[in-house]
Nanobody, 121 residues
Framework: QVQLVESGGGSVQPGGSLRLSCVAS????????MGWYRQSPGKQRELVADSVSGGITNYDDSVKGRFTISRDNAKNTVYLQMNSLKPEDTAVYYC???????????????WGQGTQVTVSS
């Protein structure tokens, strides 16, 4: 019903920047929430940042001041601008979305395939 496709991952040096993009496609009436999670080897998947209805954004403490999440609702796209990257930011980053897909209130929630971010010298 809905597909999420991430892009923008890659390898950068500490202090560098990347911008991740996630495009939601399919039958989407409106977006309730889009966000980013990440998972490193040996760790649970954790919230990085999300954007909910009303323009409210949330960030994990480890990325506050360095990462910025933004949405383009017209394009069903969420971005994650990552600045001042650190080696500990290395992880697979996953896009997450909760969207309305039917006029009766039916929603869809799911994940993208993930994109690798590697920060190393």
């Amino acid at each position: 019903q809905v597909q999420l496709v991430e892009s923008g991952g890659g390898s950068v040096q500490p202090g560098g920047s990347l911008r991740l993009s996630c495009v939601a496609s399919g039958r989407i009436l409106s977006i309730r929430e889009m966000g980013w999670y990440r998972q490193s080897p040996g760790k649970q998947r954790e919230l990085v940042a999300d954007s909910v209805s009303g323009g409210i954004t949330n960030y994990d403490d480890s990325v506050k001041g360095r990462f910025t999440i933004s949405r383009d609702n017209a394009k069903n796209t969420v971005y994650l601008q990552m600045n001042s990257l650190k080696p500990e930011d290395t992880a697979v980053y996953y896009c997450n979305a909760l969207v309305n897909i039917e006029s009766d209130g039916t929603t869809w929630h799911g994940w993208g395939q993930g994109t690798q971010v590697t920060v190393s010298s």
